[in-house]
């Protein structure tokens, strides 16, 4: 690794690969097991993200037990239902809804539960007196440096929604003050599509660039200063 | 850039240099402005976010005018203010506190402010059913990206917390269902400190890897098929 605070061409395009290639995994999980050193490093990687005041607010739960998995996924099953239910009003879209596969919780070698403890090093945290949520956005932006770092070694992970916080807090005995942020799957994946599931399913298309960006203000499309740049990422997507 | 799947070595480096020499950029901003190209690519970086159901639920208001950075200002002042007050019962970490660089409206070149937009795409955002919370999530793993991709550019960001969301709301004439997540300051940083502003500070230590992890369950330090890896990370900073 180059020492210079400056980046080297390569490694530049090592971080965009890493954010443009980085899927959501639910699928393509292999056997191989993840080394002790790697999983070191992605895990660190994640300890390394911002955190305001650095107050570090976040825990990982490394879960390979089958049993506490077998529970994990009986949640996923019962919340996958009440969300095709919620379709019913849209034949459609349910019917696609059906025929996605949307977690990996049993197939892949490791899932982890990461976690936001508010109480650390509180109550007092510095940056934290205005926002509260701040707290837990430091540990979603954890979640991104893990996501990353795993891309770059091969890894997948695949992040599991459609469960509720309580089953978490009961199976993982997760004590009240603490709130679950997100429950992943990870595993050594033989491919990385090219485009998100959703996308390639034709569930939602990606938005334009410049159609997310206003100027100044909310929802202003062009102004003055910002001319040259409109026309810069109108075309980005 | 390798068009391979995998990472050479230099491209995984890149990623590690970027997540571990990032910093929340408070000084050290150089007047030099950020090429179109360049603020259309890490943009482009956030944009390239995992979120929920494919719902890409952010905004980005990109802020150069003077008048609007002081009304930020303005609001940093004073609820920097109430901050102070808080922290009454405790002089000495009270005087810290008021010796602390904490951001760089006004001297950074363009501010961000970050938006989350619940109803895009709404109001059945598949994944976001069983736990409302991940859509702002998604605003926040944007936000790392973005970060990342700066910090390769040689663009510091501070994420300036200690204002109100009302007060953004106003000035940024930002609708009352879309939430302001992060203001961000960018710009060229003539330095990249090597530790954290806060851990250099004094203000709080780095917690070791070892003891934000747990096994199986909350709070268990060790298990039978965790033992080698538990020792693997235990000196990990």
Same mark, same amino acid.
């Given at each position: ?5 400056? *980046?080297? $061409? ?29 999983? =070191?490093?992605?895990?660190?990687? =994640? ?8 107050? /570090?607010?976040?825990? +990982? ?5 089958? @049993? ?28 696609? &809804?059906?025929?996605?596969?949307? @977690? ?23 940056? $934290? ?21 795993? $891309? ?13 916080? @309580? =089953? ?19 595993? &050594? %994946?033989?491919? *990385? ?7 390639? %399913? ?25 001319? /040259? +740049? ?8």
């Amino acid at each position: 690794m180059s020492k210079d605070k400056s *980046f080297s $061409r390569s490694e530049k395009d090592g971080l965009y690969k890493a954010i443009f290639s980085r899927r959501d995994v639910r699928s393509h999980f292999i056997s191989k097991q993840i080394p002790d050193e790697t999983l =070191a490093k992605i895990l660190n990687a =994640a300890h390394h993200a911002p955190s305001v005041g650095f107050s /570090q607010p976040w825990n +990982f739960i490394l879960i390979k037990d089958h @049993e506490t998995r077998q529970k994990v996924k009986q949640s996923f099953m019962k919340e996958r239902k009440k969300s095709i239910l919620m379709l019913d009003n849209d034949k459609s879209k349910q019917k696609k &809804y059906k025929s996605l596969k949307l @977690e990996g919780i049993m197939e892949s070698p490791i899932n982890i539960c990461v976690t936001y403890d508010p109480t650390r090093f509180g109550p007092f945290v510095l940056g $934290r007196t205005s926002i509260s949520e701040t707290g837990v956005y430091s540990v979603c932006c954890a979640i991104q440096n893990l996501w990353l770092a795993a $891309r770059v070694e091969g890894i997948g992970i695949g992040w599991v929604s459609i469960l509720t916080n @309580e =089953a978490l807090h009961k199976i993982l005995s997760i004590p009240d003050h603490v709130r679950p942020v997100a429950y992943l799957c990870l595993g &050594y %994946a033989s491919k *990385f599509e090219a485009k998100p599931d959703l996308e390639n %399913a034709g569930w939602l298309q990606r938005i334009g660039l410049g159609d997310v960006i206003s100027y100044e203000k909310w929802g202003v499309c062009k102004t003055h200063s910002w001319a /040259q +740049f409109c026309d810069c990422v109108k075309d980005i997507r």
